[in-house]
């Protein structure tokens, strides 16, 4: 079993920072990709960012792109989602997952097999 924990989350200002972070325990997930998803009130749960394990490949989606970095600490058992130049558009729950992907072409195709419970970010204009 692995157990995903996701910290860091509040309250900020448009154009403000927040790190959050994911913090596995048990397996843990130093030989899997990880993602950040997130999901705002009444949307569907939408991916955000993923690290592969080695922290050499990166991607984001369009609507961070440029403002949000992922990264990890293996040694940690953790990754963190800095997120720069926010944006009210950016509030919602954001969760991590450990991520099984089949390659990294794109579009990237994926299965998540275990999920944190989510930490709130919130953006006021």
């Known amino acids: 079993q692995v157990r995903l924990v996701e910290s860091g989350g509040g309250l900020v200002q448009a154009g403000g920072s927040l790190r959050v972070s994911c913090a596995a325990s048990?397996?843990?997930?130093?030989?899997?990709?990880v993602g950040w998803f997130r999901q705002a009130p009444g949307k569907e749960r939408e991916f955000v960012s993923v690290?592969?394990?080695?922290?050499?490949?990166?991607y984001y989606s369009d609507s961070v792109k440029g403002r949000f970095t992922i990264s990890r600490d293996n040694a940690k058992n953790t990754v963190y989602l800095q997120m720069d130049t926010l944006k009210p558009e950016d509030t919602a729950v954001y969760y991590c997952?450990?991520?099984?992907?089949?390659?990294?072409?794109?579009?990237?195709?994926?299965?998540?097999?275990?999920w944190g419970q989510g930490t709130q970010v919130t953006v006021s204009s």
């Open positions: 997952a450990r991520l099984l992907l089949r390659d990294w072409s794109l579009p990237l195709k994926y299965e998540a097999d275990y």
């Open positions: 048990g397996r843990t997930f130093t030989y899997y990709a």
């Open positions: 690290i592969s394990w080695k922290g050499d490949i990166t």
